[in-house]
């Protein structure tokens, strides 16, 4: 994918594995930390599906957003069965390229990478004025909370499949490599 705009020269494309050290880079430079980068090296190495996104610029990668899996504890259809659910986390851009639409693009072509695995739904702990122009709403609408003790708004949650989540409430359960983060 490229875009208009200040995304115009901009490439979405999956992660491969000589984009590792890369990826590394830009968590580490977008949090000025190594967790989140820690993070998706487990989540890499442990959980599936794990989609994971590059954004490319003139041949160096300035974005990476990352796709886990999650679950739900609570009540739900015996009868049905249970639909991938996704947690997006993280999204990193290099701090040099924040503000220009990397996250967006990233974000963007991720949920439509998640659509095509047949993922039914999302979620994402994140700001809550940002989110929702990707489609996300509160999760609490939907009867879902966080696992983690977060404010009720900034736990939020798309459906990429209308109804995947009907019948379905009670506690998100991020993969296990989030509890070292």
Excluded at 51 to 75: C, D, K, Q, W, Y
Excluded at 105 to 125: D, N, P
Aim: a negative charge; glycine letters at 12%.
């Amino acid at each position: 994918m490229t875009g208009e705009g200040p995304v115009a020269d901009l490439t979405i494309r999956p992660e491969t594995p000589d984009d590792l050290d890369a990826v590394r880079l830009v968590n580490e430079a977008a949090f000025g930390q190594p967790a989140e980068a820690d993070l998706v090296d487990a989540l890499r190495r442990s959980s599936r599906p794990f989609l994971s996104m590059v954004a490319e610029r003139s041949g160096t990668v300035v974005g990476h957003v990352a796709f886990s899996p999650v679950t739900i504890n609570g009540p739900h259809p015996s009868d049905a069965t249970p639909p991938i659910l996704l947690g997006l986390a993280p999204v990193a851009v290099r701090p040099g390229e924040q503000g220009r639409g990397v996250g967006s693009a990233l974000i963007r072509s991720g949920l439509e990478a998640c659509r095509a695995i047949g993922a039914g739904a999302i979620v994402v702990l994140g700001h809550p004025t940002y989110y929702p122009r990707f489609g996300f709403e509160v999760a609490a609408r939907l009867g879902l909370r966080c696992e983690y003790d977060v404010p009720e708004d900034a736990f939020l949650v798309v459906e990429l499949i209308p109804g995947a989540l009907d019948g379905r409430s009670g506690t998100v359960r991020y993969h296990e490599a989030f509890s070292a983060v």
